[in-house]
């Protein structure tokens, strides 16, 4: 991928700092089950998947190719959002300890 340019530097620095407060947050958890009745964790990694998404929005085509799993992130995202205090934990924890942490090393890669 050809350098990037200074605009997607700024919409992907807050992406990745985001992901980082993601996997931050959730790294005490060792097992989904964890999730329940952890409303600040949960509110906290969907406020920074809000960073994330409207980032990405703005980014180049070039870019969200080389954001391979957002997709996957965004699929899994749609099934708690609409309840995000009673949603599934597993899939909490499938998006802040695999999902997440790929999608930053994408990042990483792209600022690098």
Known sequence: MAAISP???NLLAPMA????NIIAVSAPIADATEFENQDTIVDNIYMNLVIISENYAKTDDDVK?????????KS??????P????ADCRV??????????TLKD???????
């Open 83 to 86: 309840d995000c205090k009673n």
């Open 92 to 101: 909490w924890f499938y998006i802040s300890h695999s999902l997440i942490p």
């Open 17 to 20: 700092q985001a992901c980082k």
């Open 106 to 112: 994408k990042i990483d890669e792209l600022l690098s």
């Open 7 to 9: 605009k997607m530097r």
């Open 65 to 73: 190719q080389a954001l391979t799993n957002w997709s996957e992130i």
């Open 76 to 81: 899994y995202t749609e099934k708690v959002i």
